[in-house]
Protein backbone atom coordinates (compact mmCIF):
# COMPACT_ATOMS: atom_id res chain seq x y z
CA UNK A 1 0.00 0.00 0.00
CA UNK A 2 2.62 2.29 0.88
CA UNK A 3 4.55 1.51 -2.54
CA UNK A 4 0.93 3.17 -4.23
CA UNK A 5 1.36 6.03 -2.64
CA UNK A 6 4.63 6.73 -3.45
CA UNK A 7 4.25 5.64 -7.19
CA UNK A 8 0.66 7.24 -7.75
CA UNK A 9 0.20 10.93 -7.42
CA UNK A 10 -2.83 11.95 -4.26
CA UNK A 11 -5.33 12.89 -6.41
CA UNK A 12 -8.67 13.84 -4.76
CA UNK A 13 -11.48 11.11 -4.17
CA UNK A 14 -14.52 10.71 -6.21
CA UNK A 15 -16.77 11.62 -3.29
CA UNK A 16 -14.82 15.12 -2.72
CA UNK A 17 -15.29 16.13 -6.56
CA UNK A 18 -18.87 15.22 -6.58
CA UNK A 19 -19.19 16.82 -3.35
CA UNK A 20 -17.53 20.44 -4.51
CA UNK A 21 -19.65 20.45 -7.97
CA UNK A 22 -22.35 19.91 -6.00
CA UNK A 23 -21.52 23.47 -4.43
CA UNK A 24 -20.28 24.51 -6.81
CA UNK A 25 -23.54 24.46 -8.74
CA UNK A 26 -25.13 25.56 -5.85
CA UNK A 27 -22.90 28.54 -5.13
CA UNK A 28 -23.33 29.58 -8.29
CA UNK A 29 -26.85 29.34 -8.31
CA UNK A 30 -26.99 31.58 -4.86
CA UNK A 31 -24.89 34.75 -7.04
CA UNK A 32 -27.59 34.21 -9.94
CA UNK A 33 -30.67 34.90 -6.92
CA UNK A 34 -29.97 38.85 -7.26
CA UNK A 35 -31.47 38.51 -10.80
CA UNK A 36 -34.85 37.57 -9.37
CA UNK A 37 -35.16 40.65 -7.17
CA UNK A 38 -35.14 43.50 -9.78
CA UNK A 39 -34.47 46.63 -7.50
CA UNK A 40 -32.19 44.75 -4.11
CA UNK A 41 -30.22 42.34 -6.58
CA UNK A 42 -26.84 44.44 -7.17
CA UNK A 43 -27.16 45.56 -3.27
CA UNK A 44 -27.15 41.03 -2.70
CA UNK A 45 -24.00 40.94 -4.51
CA UNK A 46 -22.44 43.51 -3.07
CA UNK A 47 -22.61 40.99 0.30
CA UNK A 48 -22.60 38.16 -1.77
CA UNK A 49 -19.05 38.94 -3.53
CA UNK A 50 -16.72 38.31 -0.92
CA UNK A 51 -18.13 35.81 0.80
CA UNK A 52 -18.16 33.74 -2.95
CA UNK A 53 -14.20 34.48 -3.21
CA UNK A 54 -13.70 33.62 0.18
CA UNK A 55 -15.65 30.49 -0.51
CA UNK A 56 -13.37 30.33 -3.60
CA UNK A 57 -10.04 30.39 -2.01
CA UNK A 58 -10.92 27.75 0.54
CA UNK A 59 -12.74 24.76 -2.08
CA UNK A 60 -9.76 25.55 -4.62
CA UNK A 61 -6.59 25.71 -3.01
CA UNK A 62 -3.16 27.02 -4.21
CA UNK A 63 -3.12 29.46 -7.28
CA UNK A 64 -6.03 28.74 -9.03
CA UNK A 65 -8.43 29.21 -5.80
CA UNK A 66 -6.66 32.77 -5.23
CA UNK A 67 -7.13 33.59 -8.63
CA UNK A 68 -10.74 32.14 -8.92
CA UNK A 69 -11.54 34.19 -5.82
CA UNK A 70 -10.45 37.39 -6.83
CA UNK A 71 -12.53 37.14 -10.49
CA UNK A 72 -15.27 36.09 -8.12
CA UNK A 73 -15.06 38.97 -5.80
CA UNK A 74 -14.84 41.33 -9.25
CA UNK A 75 -17.15 39.56 -10.88
CA UNK A 76 -20.13 39.56 -8.48
CA UNK A 77 -19.30 43.02 -7.83
CA UNK A 78 -19.87 43.99 -11.35
CA UNK A 79 -23.48 44.96 -12.22
CA UNK A 80 -25.08 42.29 -15.20
CA UNK A 81 -21.63 39.97 -15.29
CA UNK A 82 -22.39 37.95 -12.20
CA UNK A 83 -24.27 35.58 -14.43
CA UNK A 84 -21.46 33.84 -15.31
CA UNK A 85 -21.35 30.20 -13.08
CA UNK A 86 -17.19 31.15 -11.37
CA UNK A 87 -17.69 27.83 -8.78
CA UNK A 88 -18.27 25.52 -11.95
CA UNK A 89 -15.78 27.03 -14.27
CA UNK A 90 -13.36 26.77 -11.89
CA UNK A 91 -14.58 23.38 -11.04
CA UNK A 92 -14.06 22.25 -14.62
CA UNK A 93 -10.57 23.77 -14.86
CA UNK A 94 -9.44 22.13 -11.79
CA UNK A 95 -10.95 18.75 -11.96
CA UNK A 96 -10.80 18.53 -15.53
CA UNK A 97 -8.55 20.27 -17.93
CA UNK A 98 -5.93 20.25 -14.81
CA UNK A 99 -7.07 16.24 -13.87
CA UNK A 100 -7.56 17.29 -10.00
CA UNK A 101 -3.79 17.53 -9.18
CA UNK A 102 -4.06 21.24 -7.78
CA UNK A 103 -5.74 20.18 -4.96
Do not use: C, H, R
Not at 18 to 34: A, E, P
Amino acid sequence: MTDELIKNPIQPSKNDKITKLILSLLFDGIGMISYLIPVYGELIDLIWAPISGVLLILMFKGTVGKLAGIFGFIEELIPFVDIIPTFTITWFYTYVIKGGNEQ
